[in-house]
């Protein structure tokens, strides 16, 4: 194969997997941002920093990636575009590695929730990729271009801006396209099944114990009599088994500490679920809204929980703030930022069901909540379909993009003619 060949190859794939890995995380920015928060908390640094740290790197990784991704289809810039990506190529690679060796955590979250990779077959994906930018890097020049110079800095300028408005307009929402397990539509009793002759989780208890200054290492075979002082215990995987996509909804009323997950999730009627991981940190922006969405669910008798993983005193501090009468119940962290990205959000569920979610800006109001919900669009399941939702962002994305392709085109065309006239 001919090496300009092999640099227009490696450029797209390049390209491509940027354009992909930007564009998810544009789409979910909170959710690159609880990944880059367990980042952090693996190597020490998280109370170090303000909050809004990781949320900005969350939306600067997404604009860039994407960018990068575009410059390189189009043969923009292709100097400092390469120079970039061999950079990126250059942290990224090591870090993986380290990954993979320590694991830390268990996926780098480069693709979001849209493709979960392991931390070895994210470092084996980025070694091609560090391929590709020392290829590229080396004649950068034999990368084809798709524009003129004169348009280079409009075309660059125009996706950084795309990347940036999608990310705040999913950061201020809800992701346009949701590819975690609490998608409209889904039921979440099917996403909690182990279907039926499914390979299990093999675990290992390992117990520390000590015993006249002497600490020593038992497991439940061996376990020693009571001459011994327990210290720690630890768990490990052996062998990993089938996990459900759904695995940690458990739903603890913090009145009575009952499990009342099965009673919510196989009730005919309909049921708002009000998911907030922190109450400390909720916005009470939308205090009103929701204590009136609760009196609206008491008043036609459906059922109305908030989540939280917070603790009792917290929760009760916000009932003091916002005089919130609806009944809390305890659930995992995780599990409510998979939800809901949103802190405070809102998931309508029927019979296990989820009818439809809300961010804290979009909870449903008087205007919209004129009759019971059998009698409203708001009481079906939403319409989603994510190749429609698709096709839109790239409507917005290409035609703009064509625009500035063909003035390019016709402008440089009415440039040479003009040129040749002169001479």
């Known amino acids: 194969m001919p090496w300009k060949a092999v640099v227009n190859v490696c450029r797209f794939v390049m390209g491509v997997t940027f354009v992909f890995s930007g564009f998810v995380k544009a789409v979910d920015p909170l959710g690159t941002y609880y990944k880059i928060q367990d980042y952090l908390t693996a190597f020490g640094l998280l109370q170090l920093l303000p909050d809004i740290v990781p949320l900005a790197l969350s939306v600067l990784l997404a604009v860039v990636e994407f960018s990068v991704g575009i410059h390189l289809i189009l043969g923009i810039k292709r100097r400092i575009t390469t120079r970039l990506a061999l950079l990126i190529m250059l942290i990224m690679t090591p870090l993986t590695l380290y990954l993979a060796l320590t694991n830390p955590i268990s996926d780098c979250g480069c693709f979001g929730d849209a493709l979960v990779l392991t931390n070895w077959q994210t470092f084996g994906k980025n070694v091609v990729l560090l391929m590709c930018a020392i290829v590229l890097i080396i004649t950068p020049w034999n990368m084809t271009r798709f524009l003129t110079k004169k348009m280079e800095w409009t075309l660059s300028m125009y996706s950084t801006v795309f990347a940036f408005a999608l990310a705040i307009y999913c950061l201020s929402t809800l992701p346009i396209i949701d590819f975690r397990p609490y998608r409209i539509g889904n039921d979440i009793r099917e996403g909690m099944e182990i279907p039926e002759g499914a390979k299990t989780t093999v675990f290992d208890t390992r117990f520390i114990m000590e015993k006249d200054g ?4 038992f497991t439940v075979d061996n376990y020693p009599d009571s001459t011994w002082t327990f210290v720690s215990a630890e768990t490990v995987v052996l062998e990993q088994g089938y996990e459900p996509p759904i695995h940690d909804f458990v739903m603890e009323s913090m009145e009575t500490g009952e499990d009342i997950t099965d009673e919510v999730l196989n009730d005919p009627g309909y049921t708002f679920l009000l998911t907030m991981h922190r109450t400390e940190e909720a916005d009470e922006g939308f205090i009103d809204l929701i204590n009136e969405l609760y009196d609206y669910s008491v008043e036609h008798g459906y059922k109305f929980y908030a989540l939280s993983s917070s603790s009792v005193d917290a929760i009760e ?19 409510l930022k998979t939800m809901v990205r949103s802190n405070p959000g809102l998931m309508l ?20 909540l004129t009759a019971p919900l059998e009698e409203l669009p708001l009481g079906q399941v939403k319409e989603v379909n994510d190749w429609k939702t698709m096709g839109w962002v790239c409507v917005w994305f290409l035609v703009p993009l064509a625009l500035i392709i063909l003035i390019d085109r016709i402008f440089n065309r009415y440039y040479n003619k003009k040129k040749q006239k002169k001479v």
């Open 214 to 217: 002497v600490k020593q290492t």
């Open 317 to 335: 501090q916000w009932r003091d703030r916002t005089g919130a009468e609806y009944p809390f119940c305890i659930m995992d962290d995780i599990t």
């Open 349 to 368: 569920i029927k019979e296990g069901v989820i009818l439809n979610k809300w961010a804290d800006s979009q909870i449903p109001d008087e205007f919209e």
